[in-house]
T-cell receptor, first 110, second 111 residues
Framework: GQQVMQIPQYQHVQEGEDFTTYCNSS?????IQWYKQRPGGHPVFLIQ?????EVKKQKRLTFQFGEAKKNSSLHITATQTTDVGTYFC??????????FGPGTRLSVLP | DARVTQTPRHKVTEMGQEVTMRCQPI?????VFWYRQTMMQGLELLAY????????DSGMPKDRFSAEMPDATLATLKIQPSEPRDSAVYFC?????????FGPGTRLTVT
């Protein structure tokens, strides 16, 4: 079945450093979404990517969808303590199967 | 400010009891998802509906779990009988179709 992996599983950074998490699917995706979950909270929708090679930016966050639509990345420039949380990718394949990745937990040291 | 609502927010019950969790999706959203989150297993997709029809419930233990959408404003997840291993936070999310907006969750403890 469809599988989505995320690397790294955990990342500790110093405030001000950059951070990147990668999402890799075993199958081609029709779309991909990214979510952020703060400790004790619920996942919050960040963005959806649909087109091959698509790049979207939200302030310090840059999201990319790979050319083959099987991988994606989220890059945060100059992390802040407010970026702490777990970042999930999720996606649907062309067979209408939907799956969430296991997440990357980000810690930011002040 | 439209939000997904879930009730109850917390539930403590004894093993063997029936548990029903309710979700009110955002008006106009046509997909509803149920997830379970634990420290060990992370976020697991249990089931999802589109236009009130179940599309995928392969993540759900069929013998004890059931999910329904009696109408467009209500989704339910029922566990009968509950077991200690069902202790988790259960999230409902609604979307149009795949941008999902999560509710605050129901924290279930089965003793």
């Amino acid at each position: 079945g469809q599988q989505v992996m995320q690397i790294p599983q955990y990342q500790h950074v110093q405030e001000g450093e950059d951070f990147t998490t990668y999402c890799n699917s075993s199958t081609t995706l029709s779309n991909i979404q990214w979510y952020k979950q703060r400790p004790g909270g619920h996942p919050v929708f960040l963005i959806q990517l649909v087109k091959s090679g698509e790049v979207k930016k939200q302030k310090r966050l840059t999201f990319q969808f790979g050319e083959a639509k099987k991988n994606s990345s989220l890059h945060i420039t100059a992390t802040q303590t407010t970026d702490v949380g777990t970042y999930f990718c999720a996606g649907r394949d062309y067979g209408q199967n939907f799956v969430f990745g296991p997440g990357t937990r980000l810690s930011v040291l002040p | 400010d439209a939000r997904v609502t879930q009730t109850p927010r917390h539930k403590v019950t004894e093993m063997g009891q029936e548990v029903t969790m309710r979700c009110q999706p955002i008006l106009g959203h046509n997909t509803v998802f149920w997830y379970r989150q634990t420290m060990m297993q992370g976020l697991e997709l249990l089931a999802y509906f589109r236009n009130r029809a179940p599309l995928d419930d392969s993540g759900m233990p069929k013998d004890r779990f059931s999910a329904e959408m009696p109408d467009a404003t209500l989704a339910t997840l029922k566990i009968q009988p509950s077991e200690p291993r069902d202790s988790a936070v259960y999230f409902c999310a609604s979307g149009f179709p795949d941008e999902q907006y999560f509710g605050p969750g129901t924290r279930l403890t089965v003793t």
